[in-house]
């Protein structure tokens, strides 16, 4: 079975970048809902962290990844300084990272963030810049979902709901790098756009209602706790039968 490691960037006493979220925080739910997303499509998965009470050194990191054998190294975190949007890094060599980077940012694009594009950092001797990139023996990417310091930017990832979709995608992304089918999360639906009605039971307090099938789309709302009906799917959510709005359809189970 395919292993991938999972880094929520930063932990413990290091909180990341710092302004309308705490890029440590955040980087947290999205690497746990990668996690829980390859995991239900049978990867096994090693997180550099679980919780925020970790410190963590990108050395022991790189080192673990490679004495556990991992296929693939992710890194989770977020951006600062200014910019728009989500970017990756990959091995400046190309090769699987790169890749993995074209896959992963595809799947982001799906639920609405505009893409800075694929990045690539040397060093001065050439190798390359980033640690979890140049120390691990698996290809290895760095998704940098948004920038904390941008008020605009950071509404697409701003819920806990929102971060999750990041984390998601991020997932899917992987699944396709690797071959590996992606059946979703129990009541998802896959990215393409198709129509038929179902019904779903969704059994989470705090599930937005969106006019579209993205977050990057208004909210109306929230929907309550109880069996609903799909007439359209799209990217992963589905739109009510009522006219209100999308849901994301990872929180609710098809009945």
Not at 100 to 119: C, T
């Amino acid at each position: 079975m395919a292993r991938v490691y999972i880094d929520a960037g930063h932990g413990g006493s290091d909180p990341g970048a710092v302004k309308y979220i705490v890029e440590r925080d955040v980087n947290l739910v999205m690497a746990l809902a990668c996690r829980d997303y390859l995991n239900a499509n049978g990867v096994i998965t090693k997180m550099s962290r679980t919780s925020n009470s970790t410190d963590t050194s990108i050395n022991s990191m790189a080192r673990e990844a490679n004495s556990w054998g991992a296929d693939v190294v992710v890194s989770i975190h977020n951006n600062a300084g200014g910019g728009d949007g989500f970017e990756v890094y990959h091995t400046a060599s190309g090769g699987i990272g790169k890749t993995l980077a074209q896959n992963i940012e595809a799947e982001v694009k799906k639920i609405g963030q505009n893409s800075r594009g694929l990045k690539t950092r040397r060093d001065t001797d050439g190798t390359d810049y980033y640690g979890m990139i140049r120390l691990t023996e698996a290809p290895a990417v760095i998704c940098e979902g948004v920038f904390v310091d941008n008020a605009t930017d950071v509404q697409i990832a701003d819920t806990a709901e929102e971060q999750r979709a990041f984390g998601y995608a991020y997932a899917r992304g992987i699944l396709r790098t690797l071959g590996i089918a992606d059946n979703g999360l129990p009541g998802a639906s896959g990215s393409a756009a198709t129509t038929g009605t179902f019904k779903v039971k969704v059994t989470i307090k705090d599930l937005y209602i969106r006019t579209g099938p993205g977050t990057k789309y208004a909210t109306k709302g929230f929907i309550k706790p109880g069996v609903y009906t799909i007439v359209a799917t799209q990217n992963g959510w589905g739109r009510l039968k009522s006219g209100a709005g999308w849901i994301y359809l990872a929180y609710a189970v098809r009945i």
